[in-house]
């Protein structure tokens, strides 16, 4: 989990790079990353934003959508992947512990992380219950 005032200076790191978020819409475009990206651990996310500074194909700032495929590379070459912790590959998340599925939300669709069934979602639904709990 990624406290929301380090997730805006990471993204505040995009902008920098990459075309900025319109002012106006600035805030409600954060909150929405945010809130698609807040479960992800602070050290994989800054490189994950570090991987996307170097590599991304595009001026324009990244979606969401790519910034979890660049979490997923960054997951997958880093230690975190090889923790003794995790499940043998789950097919559905590759031992992730969340799935991407697309949720409505006021008549549009939504990529959401959802907790896979797998010994590494229910993990990942424990350290949420554990997070919630200290609000």
């Known amino acids: 989990m990624i406290e929301a005032y380090k997730f805006e200076c990471l993204m505040k790191d995009l902008e920098i790079i990459f075309t900025p978020i319109e002012l106006n819409k600035r805030d409600?475009?954060?909150?929405?990353?945010?809130?698609?990206?807040?479960?992800?651990d602070e050290?994989?996310?800054?490189?994950?934003?570090?991987?996307?500074i170097d590599c991304h194909p595009y001026k324009r700032f990244p979606l969401i959508q790519e910034i979890?495929?660049?979490?997923k590379e960054v997951y997958n070459r880093s230690d975190f992947s090889k923790s003794e912790d995790d499940p043998v590959d789950c097919k559905k998340c590759d031992g992730i512990g969340e799935t991407i599925e697309d949720?409505?939300?006021l008549g549009r669709l939504y990529p959401?992380?959802?907790?896979?069934?797998?010994e590494a979602g229910e993990r990942w639904k424990r350290r949420l219950k554990k997070?919630?709990?200290?609000?």
Request: proline share 2%.
């Open 103 to 105: 949720r409505e939300h």
């Open 28 to 40: 409600q475009v954060l909150e929405k990353y945010y809130e698609h990206l807040k479960n992800t």
């Open 43 to 52: 050290d994989i996310l800054k490189k994950a934003v570090e991987s996307l």
């Open 112 to 118: 959401t992380a959802i907790p896979c069934e797998c």
């Open 68 to 71: 979890r495929e660049t979490i």
């Open 131 to 135: 997070y919630k709990m200290r609000k």
